[in-house]
């Protein structure tokens, strides 16, 4: 079974502050790289539920399923690599197949054959090494909307927060509640529900 503690901090940018922070680190148009998260929970949100989320993530040719759930101030993350057909099957309605992320899902009492296809949310993503971590630059498209972000990625959570606080402040960005991209996209999905 594949599984890591991820630290990552996370801040919404305006679209001035991405054009900004690219300009500031000589970021590329080609070094945004392209991937898709495909999400998946029960109709009733079971997963949600259990502060979990579910996708499938393709990049490069390849298809990642990955369970997140909350631990304690980071995620867990398990992983599991698919086949193409195997994802084309997913998004068709069939069952997850068996393995680690299945596993654990049964382990929340949750039944597997409930889970099913909810929608997807398209990154151009730019990765650069900064302070010991990852600094990534996300433009993200999801249900019509366009967001930008930044995340932090650290091995250390009390090195990383005070890493990603001082960069926002020399940056002059301010330090905003930003929600999981899985939570902005079913956020939106709502919004898009009720109009």
């Known amino acids: 079974m594949s599984q890591e503690i991820e630290i990552e901090f996370k801040n919404l940018l305006t679209h001035d502050e991405f054009l900004r922070l ?17 999400y998946f929970d029960s109709e009733d949100f079971k997963l949600k ?18 369970l997140k759930q909350q631990f304690e101030e980071h995620i867990l993350e398990t992983h599991q690599t698919l086949s193409k057909d195997i ?22 009492d949750i039944n597997v054959s409930q889970i099913t ?29 366009i967001d930008y972000e930044i995340e ?24 905003r509640v930003t929600n999981s991209k899985i939570a902005r996209f079913f956020s939106e999905s709502n919004r898009n529900t009720k109009r």
Not at 119 to 144: M, S, W
């Open 87 to 108: 994802f084309a099957g997913l998004l068709e309605g069939k069952t997850l197949p068996e393995g680690a992320v299945s596993d654990v899902i049964k382990n929340l």
């Open 117 to 145: 296809y909810l929608g997807e949310l398209t990154t151009f993503r730019a990765e650069l090494p900064y302070k010991d971590g990852l600094l990534v630059l996300d433009e993200n498209h999801y249900l019509g909307k």
């Open 152 to 175: 932090y990625e650290s091995a250390d959570y009390k090195i990383g927060l005070k890493n990603f606080e001082e960069l926002l402040a020399d940056k002059q960005i301010p330090n």
């Open 22 to 38: 690219i300009h500031e680190f000589a970021i590329n148009e080609d070094d945004f790289k392209k991937q898709t998260n495909y």
């Open 49 to 66: 539920s259990h502060k979990s989320a579910l996708r499938v993530r393709m990049k490069n040719d390849t298809y990642t399923l990955t």
